[in-house]
């Protein structure tokens, strides 16, 4: 007899892990149901800002695989279909069509969670306002894309944009939004843009920015979105100042979607995210998996759980389950924490663990920052860079590594990435093999300079 999965949630994860269990299973084995709330499936979220910017010239190439398309590989895609219960118990789900209303259960033999991450709104009035614009999915990039097409609130000053929030959307959506022609300015509650940098190199990047004429203001929490005629956006108010605003994007994080799993009574972390094995089975449950933006994940550089809101963890977690659901065998180990982002031409990438971050893991650490250029400094278009990197006293482990600059600067927090997963030392880092030629590097890789330094500076601390 045939199996039933159920997956609740059509993007990166879900998607990801439906389409694997058909690999391995055919349809006469294993049935596939899968709920969408939303109009898309299996798109890239993170390719939003670009989309928006105009770099992306339309919303269809965010999308790798449409629902029809799953349809046609005999999976049972229901888009604009809410799951508003989970009944672990009875092996359930109770879902809503939201153009008819319809509500219906559906059974199940296997079901994975993919429901994603929620984003985070200030809790200040009008913040529902029209001209507020979040850009969680596709339908809120359409929905902004269109509002700056139509130009809506515009004056004599000129178009004006604030951004709520200085992470990665944060700086991106201000690229975007200056690519628009717009003013924009950038309103940030952390001591420098970029948190999940130290703030020493969060500063590099206040600098660029404001080079480019995004205006970054630091320190700088959001009391009230201010509304003018019609009930529209007008301005964003802080306890200092009020920033004028024809149109706002709120780029302020997100947090695990888990509301129906902890309705469930399935085993959430500290950070809200549903826990799982290697297997990313839901820990005490044999047939419920999860991944995505709605589960944590153990730091392999702190030992503890953590959670990241990334594609690329979403998409091979979602392999992972769909392998383990169709009779093969695969793990998640973990993650190193890397991320890389862009703002115009600086470029912003990190791995591995922030000062703070090692402090709160009760590491001991030397830190070590070099200035360095992309290229062999005599070729032209050497650009600079600068690179930040945290070992352990003692070992010599490598912690973390922090790089802003120019281009060619972002990918390079690649070798780092490696060699945190390696658990390598700052000391055997130097000896790394890496290609050479001036076009693309000096005879030191910048990395590997950092790498020097930081080997010196656990000699120097004994």
């Given at each position: 007899m045939s199996e039933r999965l159920v997956v609740i949630g059509g993007d990166a994860a879900g998607m990801s892990a439906a389409s694997q269990a058909r690999r391995l299973k055919s349809p006469g084995e294993l049935e596939i149901v899968a709920f969408e709330r939303g109009h898309f499936s299996s798109y890239s979220a993170c390719g939003i800002p670009y989309w928006v910017g105009g770099d992306v010239g339309s919303r269809d190439e965010l999308i790798a695989r449409s629902p029809e398309e799953h349809r046609a590989r005999a999976i049972d895609l229901r888009t604009r279909t809410?799951?508003?219960?989970?009944?672990?118990?009875?092996?359930?789900?109770?879902?809503?069509?939201?153009?008819?209303?319809?509500?219906?259960?559906?059974?199940?033999?296997?079901?994975?969670?993919?429901?994603?991450?929620?984003?985070?709104?200030?809790?200040?009035?009008?913040?529902?306002?029209?001209?507020?614009?979040?850009?969680?999915?596709?339908?809120?990039?359409?929905?902004?894309?269109?509002?700056?097409?139509?130009?809506?609130?515009?004056?004599?000053?000129?178009?004006?944009?604030?951004?709520?929030?200085?992470?990665?959307?944060?700086?991106?959506?201000?690229?975007?939004?200056?690519?628009?022609?717009?003013?924009?300015?950038?309103?940030?509650?952390?001591?420098?843009?970029?948190?999940?940098?130290?703030?020493?190199?969060?500063?590099?990047v206040h600098a660029a920015m404001d080079g480019l004429g995004i205006r970054t203001v630091n320190s700088a929490a959001v009391t009230e979105v201010l509304t003018g005629p019609g009930g529209r956006v007008r301005a964003v108010a802080t306890d200092e100042e009020e920033y004028p605003a024809d149109v706002v994007v709120l780029g302020t994080g997100v947090r695990p979607e888990t509301a129906l799993a902890e309705e469930a009574g399935l085993p959430l972390g500290a950070h809200g995210g549903l826990l799982t094995d290697l297997a990313m089975r839901v820990r005490g449950h044999g047939n419920v998996w999860a991944g995505g933006d709605c589960v944590e994940v153990l730091d392999l550089v702190s030992g503890r759980m953590r959670h990241v809101a990334l594609g690329t963890h979403a998409n091979k977690q979602g392999q992972v389950i769909g392998s383990n659901v169709g009779g093969d065998y695969a793990t998640f180990p973990g993650v190193v924490g890397t991320a890389v982002s862009k703002v115009c031409d600086l470029e912003i990438a990190r791995t591995g663990l922030r000062e703070k971050e090692a402090r709160e893991a009760g590491l001991r650490f030397v830190t070590v920052t070099v200035e360095s250029t992309s290229r062999a400094g005599y070729y032209p278009g050497a650009a600079p860079m600068t690179v930040k990197m945290l070992a352990e006293r003692r070992t010599g482990r490598l912690l973390g590594t922090q790089i802003v600059g120019r281009e060619g600067a972002a990918k390079r927090v690649d070798v780092a990435a490696v060699a945190l997963t390696a658990r390598m030392t700052v000391e055997e880092m130097t000896a790394l093999d890496l290609g050479y030629a001036p076009p693309f590097s000096p005879v030191w890789d910048p990395v590997l300079v950092a790498a020097r330094k930081a080997t010196a500076a656990v000699r120097a601390a004994g």
């Open positions: 809410e799951v508003t219960e989970i009944d672990v118990e009875r092996q359930r789900v109770r879902s809503r069509d939201l153009e008819s209303g319809t509500e219906e259960w559906t059974g199940f033999d296997k079901l994975v969670i993919a429901t994603g991450a929620r984003p985070l709104r200030p809790p200040v009035p009008g913040i529902d306002a029209p001209g507020v614009h979040g850009v969680q999915n596709l339908d809120d990039g359409q929905a902004l894309i269109d509002a700056l097409s139509r130009g809506e609130g515009s004056g004599t000053e000129g178009r004006r944009a604030v951004v709520v929030g200085a992470g990665y959307i944060g700086v991106e959506m201000a690229e975007a939004l200056l690519n628009r022609g717009y003013g924009v300015t950038v309103l940030n509650r952390s001591e420098q843009p970029m948190a999940t940098l130290d703030p020493d190199m969060g500063r590099l």
